[in-house]
């Protein structure tokens, strides 16, 4: 009974980067990073426009190559996913929106009285009437 392991390990699916071509897409997406901070750092003396210019054309050059690789067209999938299902969501109203905002600011006001009214009753009973301490 309790030497059952929590995650069948034969069943789950581990991904993992198959090919060669993908691992060396990631690498370069990698120094291509690199590269773009280093730029960055070391034309700092050529001018600003030349500093960013360098930086944004090797942030963009790895965010291409990175979403050429199985792993950029995942996340490219899985993006397309989630926005299809938030196009599913029925959004409320104007009207409803600002009944349940209200809704919540009453709740939360309500219960800010009652426990303001909590601890002030602790505090007689408690302060007042068992210890005798008068303030």
Do not use: H
Not at 66 to 86: C, H, N, P, Y
């Amino acid at each position: 009974m309790f030497n059952q392991p929590l995650i069948d390990m034969s069943t789950a699916q581990i991904e993992t980067v198959t090919s060669t071509a993908d691992k060396a897409k990631l690498a370069a997406a990698a120094a291509l990073v690199v590269a773009a901070l280093a730029a960055f750092y070391t034309l700092s003396a050529r001018g600003a426009l030349i500093q960013w210019g360098a930086l944004a054309v090797c942030l963009v050059l790895a965010v291409v190559v990175f979403f050429t690789s199985l792993q950029g067209r995942q996340l490219i999938g899985f993006t397309k996913d989630a926005w299809r299902e938030v196009l599913k969501v029925v959004w409320p109203t104007r009207k409803e929106a600002l009944q349940m905002t209200a809704y919540v600011f009453v709740f939360v006001l309500l219960m800010a009285v009652f426990l303001w009214l909590t601890d002030k009753t602790l505090e007689w009973l408690l302060y007042d009437l068992i210890l005798g301490w008068k303030k």
